[in-house]
């Protein structure tokens, strides 16, 4: 796993948006990482980042979309692993 992709599967267990990282599984997100590191790499700003988790995480993880303080979060600190 190269370090971006780690750095991506730490924010995504600290996020832990259904709760499963307390129970030990750490890479039931593992499917998003792929897809956010490639906006990333395509100089995607926080309202693709945001678009992308509002469509995935409804249709792949059963979740309602929008934002909220933790997906804030998420965001900022995905958009700091491009500096």
């Known amino acids: ?3 971006r992709a780690a750095a991506i599967r730490e924010l995504l267990n600290e996020w832990d948006f259904i709760g499963v990282v307390p129970d030990g599984i750490v890479d039931e997100y593992d499917c998003l990482i792929a ?9 995607a700003g926080s309202d693709e980042l945001y678009t992308f988790l509002d469509t995935e995480l ?12 933790a997906s804030e979060r998420f965001v900022a600190s995905v958009l700091r692993l491009r500096e």
């Not at 897809?35 to 100089?43: F, N, Q």
């Not at 409804?58 to 303080?69: E, I, K, N, Y």
Request: proline share 17%.
């Open 1 to 3: 796993m190269s370090p």
């Open 35 to 43: 897809p956010i590191s490639e906006r990333l790499s395509r100089g």
């Open 58 to 69: 409804p249709d792949h993880f059963g979740l309602g979309g929008g934002r909220s303080p």
